[in-house]
């Protein structure tokens, strides 16, 4: 396929193809957190019938650390990544707090 000369049509060309990538990144973001969340929501059900804390302080601890170090390694800011595991991390315990109510 021949590129397209003009600066503004490549512009558009490239900010298609960028688009295009994000939107399938953003699927398998969307997917990857559903099936977080089915293991999160089965961990639940376990600590709720083995009368275990909906938190564990320990383990966030460990996995901030390992998730920051990877963020480390993959370019991506590591407090941004600890922001964000934190997010998802207080959802998750919303969800262990109402199965054990
Ligand atoms: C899923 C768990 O429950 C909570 C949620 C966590 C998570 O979303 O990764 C980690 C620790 C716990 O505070 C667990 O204990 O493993």
Do not use: W
């Not at 049509?9 to 990538?21: D, P, Q």
């Not at 059900?45 to 996995?63: F, G, M």
């Amino acid at each position: 396929m021949t590129e397209p000369q003009d600066p503004v049509a490549r512009a558009a060309a490239l900010l298609k193809e960028h688009r295009h990538s994000i939107d399938r990144l953003d699927a398998i973001l969307v997917f990857t957190l559903a099936e977080r969340f089915k293991h999160t929501q089965a961990v639940g059900l376990l600590k709720a019938t083995h009368d275990l804390p909906p938190s564990d302080p320990a383990r966030e601890e460990q996995q901030i650390a390992r998730l920051k170090d990877l963020a480390n390694t993959a370019d991506l800011d590591p407090e941004f990544a600890e922001k964000f595991l934190n997010f998802i991390i207080q959802e998750v315990i919303k969800h262990h707090e109402q199965h054990q109510s």
